[in-house]
């Protein structure tokens, strides 16, 4: 494993961009993959690369990382690596935070070439606007996991963590890690899923027809019932996924370093005129 030459900083990361406009090329879109020394995701990591070598941009929105304690955190090889093919990808490349990842700053945007994003990120493409976001904020039925969100994400806390030796954030980090699996364990499923209510909430406040988001590790497309699609893309623990946009048509992606599957595709186009045509 070697020493990460990065330092920590705990001041917030610089928000560059508040919205953005789709391309005429594809996007791709992944969350969740999870990077740790035991799951380095080396031989998927590779697929995707050799996927995003073709895209026009590449949306990671959240949890890159198993955890990030800061960015002197020490990579192992493998992982170095991956982060290497990821700076080296010629499409552009968008940052989010997730739950675990929420310490990243600039430092290790700068390594692999990739702008931050705000909680919620609003994509204009073709007359309309889509959203991208984690996903967390929208369990709002979790009470405990989102007061202790607003907790971890202050400034106090940041400076604070930040302040303290490697060895006592990265022991910080493995407990809090074991503390919430421990917890997601004897939580009722319904709480850990995003709210119906939240997510339209949110989609008409932004007037999106389409959000896309990941932390809740249930990958699937929601067609709802007044025209609006909601895209789930998966945890990377026995397949990467991604979510890949290209005009109008959406395609939900499961795949290795061997084959792909498109699990679900939804086309934008037919989805909103569905909708209109729906009797009131």
């Known amino acids: 494993m070697r020493q990460n030459a990065l330092l920590p900083d705990c001041s917030q990361v610089q928000i560059k961009l508040s919205v953005g406009r789709i391309p005429v ?74 739950n675990r990842d929420f310490l990243v700053g600039q430092n290790l945007l700068d390594r692999i070439g990739a702008e931050y994003l705000p909680d919620v990120f609003p994509l204009a493409h073709q007359g309309e606007t889509m959203l991208l976001c984690h996903g967390d904020t929208l369990c709002t039925d979790d009470h405990a996991y989102q007061a202790m969100r607003l907790q971890l994400r202050s400034a106090a806390f940041r400076c604070d963590f930040l302040g303290k030796p490697l060895a006592e954030r990265i022991a910080i980090a493995e407990g809090l890690r074991a503390r919430s699996k421990t917890e997601s364990s004897s939580k009722p499923e319904d709480i850990m899923d995003v709210n119906p209510a939240a997510v339209s909430a949110l989609m008409q406040s932004e007037g999106s027809k389409l959000l896309i988001h990941g932390h809740t590790h249930r990958p699937a497309i929601h067609r709802l019932a007044d025209g609006r699609v909601r895209v789930v893309t998966g945890d990377w623990s026995t397949h990467g996924w991604l979510v890949a946009l290209n005009a109008n048509v959406i395609t939900l992606e499961r795949f290795d370093s061997s084959s792909t599957e498109i699990v679900d595709r939804v086309n934008l186009s037919e989805s909103s005129k569905t909708a209109r045509e729906t009797p009131r």
Do not use: M
């Not at 070598?53 to 955890?67: E, S, T």
């Open 25 to 98: 090329a594809e996007i791709l879109v992944i969350a969740d993959i999870h990077l740790s020394p035991a799951n380095p995701q080396t031989d998927t990591f590779a697929a995707l690369i050799a996927r995003a070598a073709k895209a026009d941009a590449l949306y990671i929105l959240g949890d890159l990382f198993d955890y990030w304690v800061g960015d002197d955190q020490p990579l192992p090889d493998a992982i170095g690596h991956t982060l290497d093919q990821l700076s080296a990808l010629p499409c552009k490349k968008y940052f989010q935070a997730g």
